[in-house]
């Protein structure tokens, strides 16, 4: 099937296909999808600004669903959410420019490729080791499984560190942090999200565990509500750049709508390191896609 | 659970599944046809307006269909899991 915009012949049950597993992923891990969904369209032959425009369009429908759910869970710290989206917003719009200057340089596959394996890598191996860490320490010294970090060290050092305003995020359990630790968190996670056209969740739902020290599965929720703006705002900055073929978002999100429920009501079955474990093998599995379509060795019309 | 509300579980999402495998067919046929005309016409024309269309449709499918899986959920009792 032909999409006139992107300019390009995909496969509409292809791209629901995609929607379900990026919706179930996403209600499961709290994050967007984009890091999967991204290099199947990528994989497809879809230009890689479009790509990028495209992936958080389909995202902001997809995360209402799953952040919805999420809520009803008790899983969403608004405040901690709402705090993020003022470093979020400003990260998205200077990430869509970088976009801007590459798309005229003429490097854009190539950069963003290249930003798209080292990022995704990076993320997959640690998130897999600090997570096995994680289950040893339940095993070896007998805690509860239920949030064990075997990263605690780096947590409390953040969470000490002063510079005021300080904050509470009791949705959170956390009884003081620097809000700019919030707000880089949200710029950082936005920076990407405007560059790789991803959510930011497989990077922001570490880093709110690893850095501010939320609970897991809180962290999954309050990532799914933060998509819901920081993608909305991305999509319009893109759209309005160009970027965005809405035809090929709202077919991707037709899967992505079921896929976000049960991926959202599963989380009540496992513990936190689990699911982070279970987590990291997604980012790598996107960045062998680029790598695949990088190297020619599959692709799209 | 016990196996007769495993299975009565089971067969309401599939249930679940089925509905909305016809809503996305019908659906796919009315986005394909009606629409894609209309906002390739407003991508090449008018960007600006096109972009919070976009963002309109992208928005207001999230609800809909938020209402639809919510609601197939609960008439089929999927939430009252053990």
Known sequence: MHFPIADVVISPLFLAGVGFLVGVLGGFFGVGGGFLAGPMMYLVGVPMNFVVGTDLAHMTGKSIVAARRHRTLGHVDIKLGLLMVLGTIPGIEIGARIIERLEAAGSIDHVVGMAYVAVLLTIGVFTGWESLRAMRLVRTERMQAKDVLAFRGVTRRVQVFNLPPLISLPGSGIESISLWVVVGVGFLTGLLAGVLGVGGGFIRMPMMVYLIGVPTHVAVGTDLFEVVISAGFGTLTHALKGNVDILIALVMHTGAAIGAQIGAMSTRYFVGPRIRLLFSVLPIIGATLVILRMLGLVGGT | ?82
């Open chain 2, 1 to 82: 659970m016990k196996s007769s509300r495993r299975k009565t579980l089971i067969r309401n999402f599939v249930i679940e599944i089925l509905i909305y495998a016809v809503l996305v067919v019908g659906y796919f046929i009315l986005v394909l046809r009606l629409l894609g005309g209309v906002l390739e016409g407003l991508f090449e024309g008018n960007l600006t307006v096109y972009a919070f269309v976009a963002l309109g449709l992208i928005v207001a499918q999230g609800a809909l269909l938020e209402l639809v899986t919510s609601f197939l959920v609960s008439r089929l009792g999927l939430e009252r899991v053990e």
